[in-house]
């Protein structure tokens, strides 16, 4: 009898909250909005397909209180899963995993997940 694996593959823990994202891919700046975050990377929908492997730059701001901390760091795409809307449509629900984030970065990113997952358990 088989039976299924049910703990979470992630270290980090995540939270659903929508952050505006800027990427930097191939010289040029997409925008775009998280879906979830961790302190190891995000989840965001694309309107434009990015493969698996691509290095990425990112930038974000996470509100702390009456301030913002800006993040700023490389990642890498590591899945892909495309949405189709329509005939001629499609996003891309991309993960992206933080490659070098700094360990202040780090922190402040695990901090904010840990808040909102407090005020709001899942």
């Not at 974000?60 to 495309?82: A, H, K, M, N």
Request: aromatic share 6%; net charge positive; proline share 7%.
């Amino acid at each position: 009898m088989a039976t299924r694996m049910s703990h979470e593959r992630r270290r980090a823990p995540r939270v659903p909250e929508r952050v505006p994202l800027a990427i930097t891919h191939a010289d040029a700046v997409v925008e775009a909005e998280t879906k979830n975050l961790s302190a190891s990377g995000v989840y965001c929908a694309l309107e434009h397909f990015i493969a698996p492997m691509t290095k990425l730059q990112l930038e974000f701001e996470l509100p702390q209180g009456d301030r913002q901390t800006r993040i700023q760091c490389s990642g890498v795409v590591v899945r892909v899963e495309p949405i189709i809307t329509s005939v001629d449509r499609a996003r891309y629900n991309t993960a992206i995993f933080f490659m070098d984030l700094v360990e202040r970065d780090r922190m402040a990113i695990s901090q904010f997940v840990r808040r909102r997952l407090a005020n709001n358990p899942p």
